[in-house]
């Protein structure tokens, strides 16, 4: 059996070493998003072998696809002998369009592959969030528009120094939103916490957005990949006109220029999320797959 245990701050060195060299698009491949939920996914983790290596959930037991160099077939079944002696189905999930061709030709015919449009990730282009431009984001500009009518408004880079009036706006968005009576707002609250905690140490990149001095809205994200940078947290005001349009193309055009995308995560199958999320027109819907063991 594999010695899977809770993700630790600690492991971020090791963890990031190896999935920088894998240089992968999709949200999941990241310490800090494995890190700030480990706790809600029930996450745990190992070094197989020199892989990085995930399980989590305790109803469904999932893995993650084996990530690193040396013989990706053998930690593949070192972690089927896992699910076997765990009493579990060997399921993978999380896996991106090369995983699955790695894995028809390491072990062909024995996984079943499925897709949920639930999980794809949302991936724009630096330019097309900076610009805005063309009809049919006509909408976004009119509403950021709307926004900078009031002249008293103002970017900064997350600090130290401001993070306080970050959190403050964040536990209002709370209250707003009834995050304690929904059980998703709530895990959702608790990775947020952790990720202000630990700002510093997780090499995080944030972006407020202030109206008449008090801050409106905020964003959290890291470099993804060579090319990619991904938002983890965004939150604003939604009675304020232009609130998350503003902060999403503020944050990008100070913050993101140095890459040629954005990945904004997936929408989790939430109607509203979904179409706030096609409402910008993404390059890329990155599908995610799901392997489970035939029997």
């Known amino acids: 059996m594999i010695n899977f245990r809770a993700i630790e701050l600690s492991d971020r060195e090791w963890i990031e070493a190896i999935l ?3 240089n992968l698009m999709g949200c999941e491949y990241t310490f800090v998003n494995n890190y700030i939920w480990g706790t809600q996914y029930q996450l745990e983790i190992a070094n197989v072998n ?3 290596c995930t399980r989590s959930g305790m109803e469904e037991v999932i893995y993650g696809f084996p990530i690193g160099e040396g013989n990706l077939a053998e930690v593949i079944r070192l972690l089927e002998e896992d699910a076997k002696e765990r009493n579990v189905p060997f399921v993978m999930k999380g896996m991106l369009a090369e995983h699955v061709t790695l894995l028809d030709l390491i072990c062909p015919g024995e996984f079943e592959i499925t897709t949920s449009r639930d999980d794809s990730d949302y991936i724009y282009s630096v330019e097309k969030l900076s610009k805005l431009s063309g009809k049919k984001l006509h909408g976004k ?4 528009a709307r926004f ?7 970017y900064e880079k997350l600090t130290e120094e401001n993070m306080k009036d970050c959190l403050e706006m964040n536990r209002k968005w709370c209250e707003n939103n009834n995050c304690l009576d929904n059980i998703s707002l709530k895990h ?6 952790k990720a202000f905690r630990h700002f510093k140490a997780l090499n995080l990149v944030g972006g407020l957005l202030r109206l008449n001095g008090e801050v409106v809205a905020y964003t959290i994200g890291e470099p993804l990949s060579d090319n990619t940078f991904v938002i ?5 005001f939604s009675e304020i006109q232009g609130a998350y349009p503003m902060i999403n193309q503020q944050f990008v055009l100070h913050e993101c220029q140095d890459y040629e995308y954005v990945n ?10 979904r179409k706030a999320k096609l409402s910008y027109y ?3 819907l990155l599908d995610k797959y799901k392997a489970t063991k035939r029997g």
């Open 141 to 144: 500009r009119n509403h950021i």
């Open 188 to 193: 959702e609250a608790c990775a947020v916490k």
């Open 50 to 52: 020199g892989f990085y």
């Open 232 to 236: 983890h947290i965004e939150k604003a």
């Open 148 to 154: 900078k009518d009031n002249e008293d408004w103002q």
């Open 20 to 22: 920088k060299k894998a």
């Open 282 to 284: 993404p390059e890329i």
């Open 264 to 273: 904004r995560e997936e929408d989790l199958g939430e109607e509203g999320l």
